[in-house]
């Protein structure tokens, strides 16, 4: 019994913990697998920029340029959030990685998250870029 009571603190903390499910989307013109992609070094966390171009061989000729997209330290002031904020469920930061080919979005990843933005989001999220545009399928 002693073990029972010792035991549902943990399942609040195991139960409470989210994951956060990112939103992909992918032009259906986009010609898969892609063989290149030119990264934007317009991005305001120049550290997530330096690391992204650790985990890929960019390539400045390339028509297909990513862009990667950060926020920390979100913090909304109205009060029709006022509940969702007050309960947890108000995210701190999100990622944001898109591909564009001139003007046209053809891949896109986003993802909210409750904690701020660190070199592992980033990653994550290439990693799914990859495995959704690099990889033939079947080398998975």
């Given amino acids: 019994m002693k073990i029972f009571l010792y035991l549902i603190p943990l399942i609040f903390f195991v139960a409470c913990e989210e994951k956060a499910t990112p939103s992909v989307i992918i032009s259906s013109d986009l010609k ?5 992609m ?17 985990l890929y061989t960019f390539d400045d000729s390339c028509p297909l340029t990513l862009t990667l997209s950060s926020k920390k330290d979100i913090v909304c002031n109205s009060t029709n959030n006022m509940m969702s904020k007050n309960m947890g ?3 701190k930061s999100f990622v944001k990685l898109e ?11 986003y993802v909210d998250l409750y904690s701020n933005v660190d070199e592992d989001d980033v990653e994550e999220g290439f990693e799914r870029l990859k495995k ?9």
Avoid: T
């Avoid at 898969?32 to 290149?36: E, K």
């Avoid at 959704?132 to 998975?140: N, Q, T």
């Fill in 32 to 36: 898969r697998p892609i063989h290149c």
């Fill in 38 to 54: 030119k990264l934007n070094k317009l991005a305001d966390d120049k550290e997530l920029l330096s690391h992204l171009e650790k």
């Fill in 89 to 91: 469920k108000f995210p």
């Fill in 99 to 109: 591909l564009r080919e001139g003007m046209k979005v053809e891949y896109s990843y």
């Fill in 132 to 140: 959704d545009l690099i990889m033939p399928k079947g080398a998975e």
